[in-house]
């Protein structure tokens, strides 16, 4: 028996990597693939059921075998006595319809990193940049590698992937945001470059990067940064760049007031002006020059098969 695993244990599940558990702070072995396979399906949609012939899917796809459900009900059980527990005791709950998971007193990394980046938009929005640029650093340091590496289902990493990956980026870009906002602009120029040659359709890195060095004092880089990857959207996708993102050229090209960083704290605000439209939306203004972003994945999400939906998915150059 593992040490410290027992009636009322609380145990912390991890997604945002292999699938890993610890019960009073002691790893759990789930050295069974098909349990692990149980776990991470209910983990993914904790709090809800999760319907037998959906496990069965995530289980065998299209190679189901005779007896599943059989083979099902034995996998549960075997899980709940790798977990130390009992269907009265555990967080494995069996009803009418097939499984869940009750968290209650239970931790899930998961959770915790969709609970840091609401709470970080919420500091953005409160204007506590410095205090939105910690929380997402924390969010993203839960993230070890790929999700879902050692879990052999790739009915479920389709399922669970995109939706992953796309939250990974929008944590990045949130958490880029926060930085800039309290003047870490050179600090974030190296990132930056990284990311866009990653991910160099995703126009909100590349938006970012050009402000990064605007404010560097690297004004013909920004520009130039600007004229690769309109080339790029229009070599690959035959399209132009977004309106917000033209918007953000023109400000550097002409450099706009609106781009200097007026406060320590503060997000891209523009400084009063005589143009009285101008003065009307201070911080309307800034988000336009944030450009929509076009969705890509993470190579892992590649890796796993799954099918990507926009002609920028398929075209784009995707890290993990």
Known sequence: MVWGVGVGTRFEFKLLGPLEVCAGGCPVPIPAAKQRVVLASLLVDAGRVVAVDQLINRLWDNAVPDGAQGTLRSYVMRLRQ???????????????????????????????????????????????????????SNALVLWRSEPLSNVPSDVLRREVLPRLGEQWLLARELRIDAALDVGHHQEMTAELGELTTRYPLRERFGAQRMLALYRSGRQA?????????STLLAGDLGINPSPELRSLHHAILTNDPCLRLAFPTGALKCSKSTDQSRRRTRTSRAQQLRPRRRPTLPVWAKRAGVPCSTAQDARGQIGG
């Not at 009803?95 to 915790?112: P, Q």
């Not at 880089?221 to 990857?229: I, P, V």
């Open 221 to 229: 880089e920004a520009l130039d940064s600007y004229r690769s990857l």
């Open 82 to 136: 790798a977990l130390y527990t009992t269907a009265a005791t555990g967080p494995i709950v069996t009803c009418a319809e097939g499984y869940y998971i009750d968290l209650s007193g239970h931790a899930l990394d998961l959770n915790r990193f969709e609970t840091l980046i609401r709470q970080a938009r919420t500091a953005t929005a409160q204007g506590r940049s410095d205090r939105a640029s910690a929380l997402l």
